[in-house]
Structures are given as C-alpha cells and as structure tokens.
Nanobody, 119 residues
Framework: QVQLVESGGGLVQAGGSLRLSCAAS????????MGWFRQAPGKEREFVAT????????NYADSAKDRFTISRDNTKNTVYLQLNSLKPEDTAVYYC????????????WGQGTQVTVSS
C-alpha cells in the first residue's frame, strides 16, 4: 500500500509556472506507475500525465503536451509535475495517483493540491 501527499499548488498568473510534488510513503515506490489527474470546478476528473516505474516512458493528455513535464525520483519516493505556460483553463485540483505495474486502474490517490491561474 502507498500513501500520497501532494504539494506545490498555488495562485499564479497566466503564463507562469508551478512545480507540483507528490511524496509517497510505504515501500516499493519503484513498483508503482505514477500519474497526475486534475478536476476543475463542475467538471469530471481528467487525465493529465503518467510515468512508468523507471521513468523511462511518459504519457500526456493533449492539453498537457509541450507545457507540462512529469518526472520521478525513486530515491526520494517522489513524483513531480512541472507546469509551464499556465492558462486560466488549467485551474483545477491536481491529484497524484499510483498503481502497481500489474494493476489495470489507478487505485491510490492523494488529497489533491489546488492550482489557480489568473488571467
């Protein structure tokens, strides 16, 4: 089992940047595929990015490509999401998520961190 705690959210102007962090507790962090999702007010939670256990492969939503970067440091049990060129439509609660490499769905979630982008 793994517990996830996000940090790094905040208020930023359009065009600005933020770096979100997700610290994982528990053993075998490197056994988990990690991801980020987000949920805007009045909308369903949506996929943002994922990263494989070794960090060798990443996948992004179209809205995140070329602006966001997911990475991980297995020595620190932490996954990151660098947000660049932020837009007001990026305003949402960002959630860190994890699943064992063999699982079909993400089944561990953090509490979320708020990102607000002003125009």
């Amino acid at each position: 089992q793994v517990q996830l705690v996000e940090s790094g959210g905040g208020l930023v102007q359009a065009g600005g940047s933020l770096r979100l962090s997700c610290a994982a507790s528990g053993r075998s962090f490197s056994s988990y595929t990690m991801g980020w999702f987000r949920q805007a007010p009045g909308k369903e939670r949506e996929f943002v990015a994922t990263i494989t256990r070794s960090g060798g492969t990443t996948n992004y939503a179209d809205s995140a490509k070329d602006r966001f970067t997911i990475s991980r440091d297995n020595t620190k049990n932490t996954v990151y999401l660098q947000l660049n060129s932020l837009k007001p439509e990026d305003t949402a609660v960002y959630y860190c998520t994890a699943k064992l490499w063999s699982a079909s769905e993400f089944n561990y979630w953090g509490q979320g961190t708020q990102v607000t982008v002003s125009s």
